[in-house]
């Protein structure tokens, strides 16, 4: 008698999984109003500065808390934490290439997530979520903005540095890279719960900041 053969099903990659179980709430900070219309060219060349000047908050907590890992040396961030990430000057830079000096307060929804992000200085895996989801959304989605911002508004490659990488390998290379360092980060099932759900307040925090930036719009 020949004995059934059992295949067993390949354990999910944690990269695979932490992209499933945010999809949705991506999804939806993505197609939010005022990144559809921005992304379709009916908003302006200012409504997307006004997007830059909250970003540079994030970025500078984010870019704060990576160096502040870096110095105490912890070794799970390491391979993610590179220096040659950091946007916050290319940020500055574009905005000031955009011919804006001072750079705009803080709406609501950014100071609660720019907190947020300086909160996870006490936890490295929380910090890894909002590490994910800006620059692996800038190697991705972002590459997407650059081209129809200058397709749209007319804005010059000088003003979009932001997700400009020159220091890195291409993008797909570097995100191929990044998934399965996170694969293979030693995180415990904890820490990669935590890990999710981070994600998840990430994208609603984005979610926030964007309907924020829609109101602006009807001022």
Known sequence: MNATA???IPAEKFSARLKRESEELHSTAEHSGFMTKLMKGELSEKSYLRL??????LYEA????????????????EPFNQPELARTERIRADIKALGQENIDPALPATTKYAQRILD????????????????????????????????????????????????????????????TLLDNA???????????DETLRGFQYNAELFSELME????
């Open 120 to 179: 996870s200085a006490q936890s490295p895996e929380r910090f890894l979520s909002h590490h994910y989801l800006r620059y692996l959304g800038d190697l991705s989605g972002g590459q997407a903005v650059a081209v129809l911002m200058g397709r749209h508004y007319g804005i010059s490659s000088e003003a979009l540095s932001m997700y400009r990488f020159d220091e890195l390998p291409k993008p797909k290379i570097f995100k191929d890279s990044y998934r």
């Open 62 to 77: 984010l870019e704060k808390v990576a160096q502040g890992y870096r110095e105490a040396g912890n070794k799970m961030l």
């Open 6 to 8: 059992t295949t067993e």
């Open 186 to 196: 030693p995180l415990s099932e904890e820490e990669r719960q935590n890990v999710v």
């Open 52 to 57: 830059l000047n909250q970003y540079v908050y």
């Open 216 to 219: 602006q719009e009807s001022h």
